[in-house]
């Protein structure tokens, strides 16, 4: 199993940015996603969630309105959209599967 996270960079407070996770080495289609987050000195949380399908959502709280996941079943890929950024947000992101591998992180970091 393979999770490559794309997409992490430094943006501005108020910023835009999308997160990709391509995963190989299982079926991608059968399991459920998710994206959590690790802010320095915090424990990992999670951030979305997304079912096989696509079709059922969840979200934390600090992020309803701003993030939305979603994903792409024949890429293999899932997804981060994230808007109205704020300092808060800034974190190791990663990518999640449903039978419990990680991606190696995306790093994000919302400051002026």
């Known amino acids: 199993v393979q999770l490559v996270e794309s997409g992490g960079g430094l943006v501005q407070p108020g910023g835009s940015l999308r997160l990709s996770c391509a995963a190989s080495?299982?079926?991608?289609?059968?399991?459920?996603m998710s994206w959590y987050r690790q802010a320095p000195g915090k424990n990992r949380e999670l951030v979305a969630l997304i079912g096989s399908a696509g079709g059922s959502t969840k979200y934390a709280d600090s992020v309803k309105g701003r993030f939305t996941i979603s994903r792409d079943n024949a890429k293999n890929t899932v997804y981060l959209q994230m808007i109205s950024l704020k300092p808060e947000d800034t974190a190791v992101y990663y990518c999640h599967t449903q039978t419990g591998y990680w991606g190696q992180g995306a790093r994000v970091t919302v400051s002026s």
């Open positions: 080495g299982f079926t991608f289609s059968s399991y459920a």
